[in-house]
């Protein structure tokens, strides 16, 4: 299947967000291992969260999926697997890794793999962790990546934790750590990669009843014993999500609104507002919604977004249409994602017409005339949606494989046709 993107104008559009997928997956996580049930109101239903509730299911947890909700029968920390078990966590990094901590709370091992993809990505420094804390951790293939087999107990106690590949290492061993024999107390050598999603990991246990402790992402402490509380809790909408909405405002032109976000929200991807704003948008912030607005041309930036990752493909989609060139830097992480994010960006805004220069940690894109091409996003719902913003400044395109959206907003194509831009 192909999706084929024309030109449009200038747009006005409304849109709601989908709820936000890295708080689906931690509410799921904290509400299995809680005492009591638990309510997920709004919760984002995409593959990554099914993988996620699929894999808890697989650990013996009871989960009903109901119109606009989740009911989760806690455990109580104890995982009531039947025995040893495989999660195929198919190709949801956060599934396999948020999980590889949690496993340790099962009463049997547990095998965590995916698909050939995730493979490739590493979990070295989360099972050194994790070894540390008491867990036997054993690779089945390739030492440093998936499948991993989890054994052993989480007994706590302290340890050292490579956050820079991925700040999810650092999340998973948090979401465990309320029933570890004794507190937990992690420290991060290096500052973490993505570290705003740590600011939500702590929001959700926060929310769930646990009792953290903490010194900026440099260290935090988690008391064994403050287990989490079953609850009723409702999802925030999704930043991530958002960022293609608000940039076809910004590369076609006009007004777009989205609604159900929370203005406080402490996903960094809130930060693509203010990247947007730097290159000449105009955002407001109501009680309904948020606007993003571009009535005269844009301008290049510089502009850090190593909290905000999973916006940097939308950012540099918008860049390829500014007046002057961009440069985003703390991009190195983004290799270890669906695909190499940075080198299909480079290589399909080449293909476009734009100049790309590519550094270990950094990308700038010099605009130029740009034309449509044919784009093959390797499976990545990020890259899919990104150049599909793109091609409705450029017309011309076409997206292959636009399923792969299911990942994260499978409603995303239909609320495009929904507002009359595809």
């Not at 969260?49 to 650990?59: K, M, N, Q």
């Not at 948090?174 to 937990?184: C, G, H, N, R, T």
């Not at 990247?275 to 607005?293: K, P, Q, R």
Request: net charge negative.
């Amino acid at each position: 299947m192909i999706v084929r993107v024309s030109q449009t104008g200038p747009v006005d559009a409304k849109f709601e967000a989908p709820p936000s997928k890295s708080y689906t997956h931690r509410a799921l996580i904290a509400g299995a291992l809680a005492s009591g049930r638990t309510r997920i109101e709004r919760p984002l239903r995409a593959a990554d969260t099914e993988l996620t509730a699929r894999g808890l299911e697989v650990l013996g947890v009871q989960l009903e999926w109901l119109p606009g909700e989740i009911a989760v029968a806690g455990c109580g920390g104890s995982f009531p697997a039947p025995g040893e078990v495989t999660i195929d966590c198919g190709n949801s990094g956060t599934t396999l890794r948020l999980l590889t901590s949690a496993a340790l709370l099962s009463q049997h091992p547990v095998v965590l793999t995916g698909s050939p993809r995730m493979l490739e990505r590493p979990v070295g420094p989360l099972a050194g962790a994790l070894r540390a804390l008491g867990g036997d951790v054993a690779f089945v293939g390739e030492p440093g990546y998936p499948p991993i087999r989890i054994s052993g107990r989480l007994r706590g106690g302290r340890t050292a934790i490579d956050g820079s590949i991925s700040s999810q290492f650092v999340s998973s061993i948090l979401m465990a750590a309320p029933y570890a024999e004794e507190d937990v107390e992690l420290t991060l050598p290096a500052t973490p990669a993505s570290r705003s999603y740590l600011d939500v990991t702590a929001d959700v246990m926060l929310r769930f009843g646990a009792h953290i402790e903490r010194q900026g992402y440099d260290r935090f402490r988690v008391e064994s014993g403050r287990a989490y509380r079953g609850r009723d809790y409702r999802v925030e909408g999704d930043y991530s999500s958002a960022s293609y909405l608000f940039a076809v405002a910004a590369v076609c032109g006009g007004r777009v609104a989205v609604t159900g976000l929370n203005p406080t929200s402490v996903q960094g991807d809130r930060r693509f507002l203010d990247a947007l704003e730097a290159m000449g948008c105009s955002v407001a912030a109501g009680t309904d919604a948020v606007t993003v607005e571009r009535t005269g041309d844009l301008k290049g930036i510089e502009i850090d977004m190593s909290s905000s990752p999973d916006t940097v493909q939308t950012l540099a989609a918008v860049a390829a249409t500014a007046g002057s060139p961009t440069t985003i830097t703390g991009t190195a992480h983004l290799q270890y994602k669906e695909s190499d994010r940075v080198g299909v960006t480079a290589d399909t805004l080449r293909r476009m017409g734009a100049g790309v220069e590519v550094t270990e940690d950094s990308l700038t894109i010099t605009p130029a005339p740009l034309h449509g091409v044919a784009v093959d996003p390797h499976d990545d719902h990020r890259t899919a949606m990104a150049f599909a913003v793109l091609g409705l400044a450029v017309g011309g395109m076409a997206i292959r494989d636009p399923e792969c959206v299911e990942k994260s907003f499978p409603g995303f194509w239909e609320a495009l046709y929904g507002e009359g831009l595809l």
